[in-house]
């Protein structure tokens, strides 16, 4: 039975990490009501979805690589991610703690940061400025610096780090595609450094015992998060982000019924 719940939280975990509907949410709130939170569990299939990003974008990757001694693009584009990651870190540094320890803890504020994101995403779908970047790999510099302090929003749970770079996008300028994107680029630093700090935390938790589950967790995550990316692209660039907005109210309603207590 373990099996399958690490199966399916791997499978949830994947399916939600890239969409801007809250990974960690949806994990912590699974599990939750199945009785099975381990947070040890949790960063290693975590590490599946930063794998999976990665190996979709690895070209990219080993270009960047292979030309920063000598190309400018490749030089540019890595000056845009890092500088877009460091209000992220900071945050998460002056703030994992209580976060963990306190904002985890609180269904209720899952819920409310659902429905408040949903409604932002709706009124930034209609208000959002016309766009000017259509291409995520040709972001300025200090629109990637906003778009990053937005990210630091998705430290709360339920606000979600791609909800709140993709909104942080498009109100940077970037059309809806290159804001997706631009997300995906921006996971791989992120998820990176979230990992390394993670896996600190909970590496005295990683029980021999558990590998199979992990693994199982790890291996799904890798093909849900795989599988979703190019779709979710493909979607938005012909029906906006709407659809995910209202998932993420109704979503938070009921979470609100299910746990009055909070």
Do not use: N
Not at 79 to 100: E, F, I, N, R
Not at 133 to 145: I, N, S, Y
């Amino acid at each position: 039975m373990t099996y399958l719940i690490a199966a399916f939280l791997g499978v949830i975990q994947g399916l939600t990490e890239f969409l801007p509907v809250s990974s960690t949410a949806h994990l912590l709130v699974a599990g939750r009501l199945f009785g099975y939170e381990d947070p040890a569990f949790t960063v290693m299939i975590q590490s599946g979805s930063m794998l999976a990003i990665m190996w979709l974008y690895r070209a990219k990757i080993a270009t960047v690589i292979r030309g920063l001694p000598s190309d400018r693009d490749a030089r540019r584009f890595a000056l845009m991610l890092a500088v877009a990651v460091v209000p992220a870190l900071a945050a998460g540094a002056l703030l994992g703690d209580y976060v963990q320890t306190v904002l985890y803890e609180s269904v209720r504020i899952i819920a409310i940061a659902f429905i408040a994101g949903g409604i932002v995403m709706l009124i930034v779908e209609r208000l959002r400025p016309t766009p000017i970047v259509v291409d995520a790999e040709r972001t300025p510099v200090g629109r990637a610096l906003g778009v990053g302090a937005c990210q630091m929003l998705a430290l709360v749970p339920g606000v979600s780090r791609s909800g709140a770079t993709i909104v942080g996008g498009m109100l940077m300028g970037l059309d809806r595609a290159a804001a997706a994107e631009f997300s995906f680029f921006l996971a791989m630093p992120t998820m990176v450094a979230a990992f390394g700090y993670s896996l600190m935390q909970v590496k005295d938790q990683l029980a021999p015992e558990r590998a199979a589950e992990i693994a199982i967790g790890f291996v799904m995550a890798f093909i849900a998060s795989a599988v979703v990316v190019k779709p979710f692209l493909y979607f938005v660039r012909r029906s906006g982000f709407a659809p995910f907005a209202w998932y993420r109210i109704a979503a938070g309603i009921v979470l609100l019924a299910l746990f009055p207590a909070g």
